[in-house]
């Protein structure tokens, strides 16, 4: 909770960025060893571009602690490479239910909800995202971008 009014009163770029490092640490501080372990095999696969066993291991992550919902939010992302919006929206509404505070995963919903054309919902999203973490890099073209679809324009 401290490092979210930290993040929302941040004076730059670089000190919201190390504001939100911080917060991310402390988000995944109860990983177990071997849920940490599962991650890593997860990314060793998204290298690989093998996103099924990517979603796997961390499918087996949150088996073992589904209390941890950064899982569900690192589970997303992978379902958003794959382009597995729906996956990725209901994983973010886990995550979203926990961790209302979470600007990565509201971020992550409004490029899920774009992905899917649903442009309000998509502004909705990032507008949360923009109020938990104002110095988000690229904000400005990725807010013009968003209301560019909801307005029925090209990018």
Do not use: C
Not at 55 to 75: E, G
Not at 114 to 138: T, V
Request: hydrophobic share 35%.
């Amino acid at each position: 909770m401290e490092a979210e009014t930290a993040l929302a009163m941040a004076g730059n770029e670089k000190q919201a960025g190390e504001i939100a490092d911080r917060a991310e640490g402390l988000r995944s501080r109860a990983l177990t060893g071997s849920v940490q372990m599962l991650i890593s095999d997860s990314h060793d696969a998204l290298e690989k571009h093998d996103f099924q066993r990517a979603q796997d291991d961390l499918t087996s992550a949150i088996t073992i602690q589904p209390d941890q919902s950064i899982l569900y939010r690192q589970r997303a992302a992978i379902r958003l490479m794959a382009g597995d919006n729906n996956g990725a929206i209901s994983d973010l509404g886990v995550e979203l239910q926990a961790d209302p505070g979470d600007p990565t995963a509201w971020g992550m919903l409004a490029e899920a909800e774009h992905d899917r054309n649903e442009p309000d919902a998509a502004l909705q999203a990032f507008h949360q995202m923009i109020l938990l973490n104002p110095k988000s890099p690229d904000s400005d073209k990725q807010l013009k971008k968003l209301e560019k679809a909801r307005d029925g324009q090209q990018d």
